[in-house]
């Protein structure tokens, strides 16, 4: 799911926990984690909102959350921000941060 400025609010009023992805088309460790995140968001569909978000097309949103380098991935609880991986990181990693959202 992409998410940008456009949808992140309506999605973040859902009350859901949720992934961000923030990523780039011209980073090489993005393209690495990409897939991952989209198993992770198919396994964890209706409980966690999971998606990415382009660096590039949603300035404001990158801005917001402070994002500096990518990949980027925050988690959000209860609409803060509770955890975040930077760099390329495993499905392990990344899963055991998406359970502690439960």
Known sequence: M????DN???LAAQGKPMV????AT?????K??????????SEYEGQVIIGKVDV?????????FGIRNVP?????KN??????????ATKAVLEEKVKALL
């Open 2 to 5: 992409v998410i940008n400025e």
């Open 8 to 10: 992140y609010k309506e």
């Open 20 to 23: 961000l992805d923030f990523w």
């Open 26 to 30: 011209w980073c090489g460790p993005c």
């Open 32 to 41: 690495k984690i990409g897939p991952i995140i989209e198993e992770l968001a």
């Open 56 to 64: 590039e097309e949603a300035e404001d949103l990158t801005a917001e």
């Open 72 to 76: 980027t991935v925050i988690f959000i």
């Open 79 to 88: 609409g803060e921000v509770v955890d975040k991986s930077v760099g390329a």
